[in-house]
């Protein structure tokens, strides 16, 4: 998927890093003194809700173009999360076995949990590789962009996704996670998606109002529910991400070490998993600053995503079939323009 923004990229970037962070004291999930760092420790996981906005807008790019085919959507789609996912739940059940790693989640998901775990099937409780959640999420995503896509266009998509997570207010059961809060940021990155061109002086009041609204609801410094947070939050994570890609669009650069952290997003966020509990076992043996091990453990899981960024998911989306699917269409588009 070429999407060419580094405004999205650097976004994804800080995304990583917000979870990244918040997840570096599992490493040393013992210590008791660790050092509380301002709106990550407490907040850290807005980072996902960011991912799901972003994915509402690189979604959004996608179908729109006139070479969009469902079958090739949802293949690229597919091999672009569950090689690398795969991998990394199978490396989780060889450390299960060989160290006992992920005693207590075996014991819960039993055979079937780590077979839909495998499948990124949606569970009520976290799968094998934690991350591996917000995967779930996603896969319902582009099930549904795939079958509404091309009969209702994208307008029909962002109704639907409106319409299931207004479903999920009034109904809580189990729903596969159809009517999840997520529905409305991959809904709010479609509307960041539609407002990509427009003037930012009209945007950028938009995100300086509701982005920090949106971190005072999480702060309860204002008193709302949380189904009306969801909601601030997906309008703060919208019109930031429409804010600086139109910035982009008028000349704003943005830093390369950032941009490589956001094309990396992805190894670093199911890599990490399975990298914490090592950093975590050398720390509890050699002792210290455990402060210091967080720290190393944030650093340790920065350069092996990056290893994998290179080493595994560049090379794995430049296999031939992958690499040249909706080739044949975009040529004569192409052609033509």
Known sequence: MDVNFQAIQALRGIAAVLVLLLHA???VWWAKDLWHIPF???HGMVGVSLFFCISGFIIAH???RNSFEPVSFMVKRIWRIVPIYWIVTTLALVFWYTSR??????????????????LIFPQSGFPLVNPGWSLEHEIIFYVLAA?????ARLPGLFLVLIGLWVCGIFYKGWDYHLFSYSQLYFAFGIVAYWCRGVAVKFLAPVALVSVPLAICSMYKVINISPTANVAITAIGCSSLIATLVSMENNGLKFPKWLVSIGDASYSIYIVHWIVLPWVGFVAYRVGGSMEAWR???FCVCMFV???SRKYLEI???????????GRRRRAPESATA
């Open 295 to 297: 720290w190393i453990a």
């Open 147 to 151: 079958l509404i896509v091309p009969f």
């Open 305 to 307: 995503g990056f290893a």
């Open 315 to 325: 090379p794995l989306m430049n296999v031939k079939f992958i690499h040249r699917m």
């Open 62 to 64: 996608v179908v729109s």
């Open 25 to 27: 004291r599992i490493a």
């Open 40 to 42: 990550v420790s407490s």
């Open 101 to 118: 790693f992920w005693r207590a989640d075996m014991d819960r998901l039993g055979l079937v949990g780590v077979l839909k775990s495998y």
